[in-house]
C-alpha cells in the first residue's frame, strides 16, 4: 500500500505538551487481512512447490482450518507444516 499525503492530527496540548517540546514520533503500522467466518484451507495442492503450507505428512495436502482452537505445528501426523527449499 502506498498512502502519500496521508495526514495525522493530534491535539497534543490536551496532552500537556508544549508546542516548543522536543519530541520522537513513531508510528508503526500492521498490515491485516479479513478471513470471513467460517472453514478454509491453508496451503496448495499441487505437489512438490516450496514455500506453502500443508497437513503432515502429505505436502499436497492442504492445511484445513475448522474453528479458532489451537493449531498443532509440527512433524506429527496431521498437524500444521510448512515446505521449504527441500525441508518437509
Do not use: R
Not at 2 to 19: F, M, P, Q, T, V
Not at 32 to 54: D, L, N, R
Amino acid at each position: 500500500m502506498d498512502w502519500d499525503g496521508i495526514e495525522l492530527s493530534w491535539d497534543y496540548g490536551a496532552e500537556g505538551i508544549n508546542d516548543d517540546d522536543i519530541l520522537d514520533i513513531q508510528l508503526f503500522a500492521v498490515e491485516m487481512v479479513y478471513i470471513p467466518q467460517g472453514a478454509f484451507f491453508v496451503g496448495g495442492a499441487f505437489g512438490s512447490e516450496s514455500g506453502k503450507f500443508y497437513t503432515h505428512p502429505t505436502t499436497s495436502n492442504p492445511f484445513h482450518i475448522t474453528s479458532e482452537s489451537v493449531i498443532n505445528v509440527g512433524s506429527t501426523n496431521g498437524y500444521l507444516n510448512y515446505n521449504t527449499l527441500g525441508t518437509h
